[in-house]
Every structure is written in C-alpha cells, then in structure tokens.
C-alpha cells in the first residue's frame, strides 16, 4: 500500500503539531513567523562546511567521488533519478545523494554522502557540530578511509551524544533498504563533525538509547507516529496533536498560529511545559484558570517534573495577574561585597571565547572604576584569544588580591554560570602553559568558591517567572533597558561575523565590534542593576507568592 505522504527526516525529532500544521491542506496560506536570522546564518554556515568537506574528500578520493547535481533550477526528481543510476553503476562515493522515494514506507530524503563496501551503501551525515569529546571508545576512520571497514576504536575520542544525528541516519538506511541498496550486516551510518578530520561510525542496532532501544527501534517508532500524525492532518480527520508550548516554538514558524490557539485557549502550556503540561491535561488541568484555582500548600494531584507542584498554581495566577515576576520568599538573600565585579563572556559557536566584558564597582581600591573588555578581533578559533583571557584574568586576579590586602570582601556575578564556566575551563586547558594562562585547578577554586556568585541561580530559586527566567526578561522589570532594539545572543553572532569577516568573501565590517561592545557593556550592566535592585526596598513592592 503506498502512503498517501512521504515525509523527511526532520519530522523526527519535529514537533508533533508543526508536523500536522505541514500537511494540513487548510493551512497551506496561514500566517508563518518571518524566518529567524540567526537560523539562517546557522543554515549557511552549515551548507559552508559541507562543500569543504565535499572540496576536501574529492581531493583525497579524486574521480572516485560523483557529486550529485543541485540548485534550485535542478528538480528533486531527477536528482532522485542521477543518485539511482550512480548506484546501479556501483560509484564508489556518491555526494549530495537523493535517495529513491519510499512510498510504501512515507519517506522521501537525502544523504550527505553515500560510501559503498563490497555489498552495499552506507550513509554518512556531514554536520557542523562537535560529534566526538576527549575520552576514548569511539569508532572511526580518518578522512581519507571514509569506510566502516576501516575504523577502530579510537583510544582519544568518545562520542559526544547527539541522538539527531542517529535518527538522520536511521532514515537514511530505511530509505536504503526500501531501495534495495543498504550493505549487508547490522546497520551502521557514519557522521562527519565540525573538525571534518575522522568519520564516527555509529552502529545503529546497538542498543545504546534509553531501555536498551537501538537507533533503528527508536526511529521506527517516532516515524511512525510523525506518519500516523501527517496522514490524518491531510485527510482532514481529528488532528493527532494538539498545540503545546515548548522550547522549539520560539524558532518555528508556525508559532503565530499556535500562541493565537494557546492564548484564546488558556492553554497550561503558557505556564508549565512539555511533560508537565501533558501530565495535567491527563487530569484535566488543561487550562492556566482550572489550574489557578487549585491550592497552592494543598499537595497536588500528580507530581510535577519541572517545578513543585504549588509554584505551577502560583505561576498560573501570576499569569492571570499579567505578572512577570513573583517573590518566592519573604525576604531575598542576594549576597554582595565592598568590591564587586559583573563578568559577561561572548562566544562564537564551540570555537572559543573572543570577549570578556567586566564592570568594576564597590569601595575603591585605586582602580579605575566601571566597565572595560579584554578582547580579540581575530577570526576564532585563533591564538590571540589565549592573550585576551590571559589579559582577562590577570586583571580580576589583580582585584580579588587588591580588595583582600586591604581587607575588603570581593564577589564576581554573572548570569547563568554555566556558559562562563564552560569557556572559563576550556581555555584554562586549551591555552595551558601559555603566558598568563591560570591552570584548570585555579578556575575550579575560583568557580567553587563564594567569591563567584551566579545571579541565575538566584532568580530560580528565590522567584517565580511566569514569562521566562531570561536576563533580557527579568532585566527590564528592575528598570533596565538595552541600547540596540537588535540585542541578543542569536544577533549577537551575526554581528561577530561581520566584526571580524570569518569567511572568505565576507565583508568586514569594523563598526559592529563597537555595536558589539555596547551589547556586552549592557549585559553586564544588567547583572549589575538586577542585583541591586534585587536588594533594595522595591522588593517589598513585588507581589509575594504566599499572597497569592
């Protein structure tokens, strides 16, 4: 029986609804959101590195290698027709492959590149992403043995999880199969990362996934529920999913038509999400008033995942209440110093840290007070960023010394420790032995101890946030206000690249370093306003959740 829609590999790890939204013939001219600027530049960046990887096999593997035709002027059909004929002719590598339909099965696909051994193809995933991490146990091969055949476990490299990856893959090899061409044996797929040197091979029947499922097992059965979901929606049957918030929908471009359905719906979703928001439709709490109505110190019917179960009903009235913030406790516990220091790192992807934005506040200790950036304009990954941290953190050693020889207590802040910690020790290791450069046990004393205080913790646990815990949505409710109406960490990486003209071909662009200095010059003087307003008298003024 052939399916009446044939779906990619994306609809996997898709959401449910924006699957059904797709194949809804109704909604084919509804309203979508414009296309986010940041995704694009990501979707470039990404088509960038894969014609360098296909630049750089052709030259090790030279006539062996066949790139399938493409470009918009080139019909999916014939691709579809050329990456068949190359496979009857028995290419050894095959690029751009558009793997045969599936109409049996509901799929239609392609794969970045196609390796052939002695029975069959197997498929390879070219991304832009860190696919391995130090350690070892991974599988690969070098570059120029793009073969399963010619792996091994590699005793520096283990594989950094990236399940996505894997069920890409696992549609590959059905399609594969469906067409006749997959190799004999277990299914494996291979993986090409950012660094572009190795191929990771996964073996997809290894049951390495949550209760001992395999790659295939789990593909199988989000496949055929995306299926089952698509086929009602084009047959104009009782939709499948139904619209919930999740973290996706700020990206999707169907969410003008999902927050319109959530909103005049009431939907719980505005308030808690994803498995929590399901677990209380399950018990017909499915709208932010039925759960408002509930006791908030009463022991609620179900237990939640993301929150105590009385902090959903608080911020479902709070909600109500168009509140932002809410108090958690009765009196806040911020702790402060004489000599106070906001940090705000800026990155660019995984390939380093290009700028720390430090402000400088408190009682004086003959430094100059107020905000200054130890920075680099050189395209990263580069060695003047070792000279910029090195800067960086021989100038906060020098204040944590200072205050203490004159008896003053000091603390750093940042919000949301976690990206600072991240490149704090990354660059204690990558720059290791280098001038200036702290070890990794002097990062970890610096980050275990009190004097580094991380303001994001504290808004989690001493407040409720109906709309998001986000510097740049907390920020303005204490008064403060950004420069540039553009500022965010997405623009904030387009921006860089103009800065410094990362590839070739791009148009360097010398005013955007001084738009992004400013951006992180207000970062850090968020954090600074935010703690200060978080310890004084407008406390008494936000509303309590033991009064609502």
């Not at 991490?133 to 570059?143: C, E, F, M, V």
């Not at 390495?208 to 529920?225: I, V």
Request: glycine fraction near 8%; charge should be negative; include cysteine.
């Amino acid at each position: 029986m052939t399916s009446q829609v044939q779906l990619d590999a994306g609809v996997v790890t898709r959401c449910r609804r924006r699957v059904h939204l797709e194949n809804d013939p109704e909604m084919r001219d509804a309203p979508k959101a414009a296309p986010d600027p940041a995704s694009e530049q990501r979707k470039a960046d990404a088509t960038n590195h894969r014609r360098a990887v296909a630049d750089a096999l052709g030259r090790i593997v030279g006539s062996n290698l066949f790139e399938v035709p493409s470009g918009p002027d080139v019909r999916s059909a014939d691709r579809e027709r050329v990456t068949l004929a190359a496979m009857e002719m028995g290419t050894p590598y095959i690029w751009g492959a558009a793997l045969p339909r599936d109409p049996r099965g509901g799929r239609r696909g392609g794969i970045d590149l196609l390796v052939k051994d002695s029975t069959g193809y197997v498929p390879v995933l070219v991304v832009r992403h860190k696919i391995t991490d130090p350690g070892q146990g991974a599988k690969t091969s070098p570059l120029s043995i793009p073969l399963p055949d010619g792996s091994r476990t590699d005793p520096h490299r283990k594989v950094r999880p990236q399940p996505r990856d894997q069920l890409r893959l696992a549609h590959a090899q059905r399609q594969l199969q469906a067409a006749g061409y997959a190799r004999n044996g277990r299914a494996t797929g291979g993986v090409i990362g950012m660094d572009a040197d190795v191929v990771l091979w996964h073996d997809l029947e290894a049951p390495t996934w949550p209760g001992g499922r395999n790659a295939l097992a789990e593909y199988d059965a989000r496949f055929s529920d995306r299926l089952s979901v698509a086929l009602a929606a084009a047959n104009q049957k009782e939709p499948l999913a139904r619209p919930s918030r999740i973290v996706d929908c700020k990206t999707c471009p169907w969410w003008p038509t999902c927050d319109s359905d959530l909103k005049q719906g009431r939907d719980v979703s505005l308030v808690v999400r994803g498995e929590d928001a399901a677990a209380l439709r399950k018990i017909g709490l499915s709208t932010v008033d039925k759960l408002a109505e509930l006791d908030p110190t009463a022991d609620g019917p179900i237990q939640l995942v993301g929150m105590p179960f009385g902090d959903a009903v608080v911020l479902a009235r709070a909600w109500l209440r168009d509140l932002t913030l809410v108090r958690r406790v009765p009196e806040m516990n911020v702790p402060r110093a004489d000599v106070e220091v906001d940090v705000d790192m800026e990155s660019f992807g995984d390939l380093g840290a290009y700028m720390w934005g430090c402000l400088l506040s408190g009682k004086d200790i003959d430094e100059p007070q107020g905000y200054r950036a130890f920075v680099t304009w050189d395209a990263l990954p580069c060695d003047d960023e070792a000279r910029s941290f090195a800067e960086f953190w021989t100038w906060l050693t020098g204040i944590r010394l200072r205050a203490k020889a004159r008896g003053l207590s000091f603390r750093a802040y940042c919000y949301n420790e976690l990206a600072e910690n991240r490149w704090l020790l990354a660059s204690a290791e990558r720059f290791a032995g280098k001038p200036g450069i702290p070890t990794v046990a002097q990062i970890k004393e610096f980050i275990e101890s009190d004097s580094w205080v991380d303001l994001f913790g504290i808004v989690r646990e001493q407040f409720l946030c109906a709309h998001g815990k986000g510097l740049k949505v907390i920020a303005p409710v204490a008064g403060f206000s950004w420069r540039d109406p553009e500022a965010g960490g997405e623009n904030s990486m387009r921006w860089y690249r103009a800065a410094v003209g990362l590839n070739e071909g791009d148009e360097l662009d010398v005013a955007q370093r001084q738009r992004l200095l400013e951006y992180n010059e207000d970062d850090v003087l968020a954090t600074h306003r935010l703690r200060e307003w978080m310890t004084s008298d407008a406390m008494s003024r936000l509303p309590y959740a033991g009064d609502l």
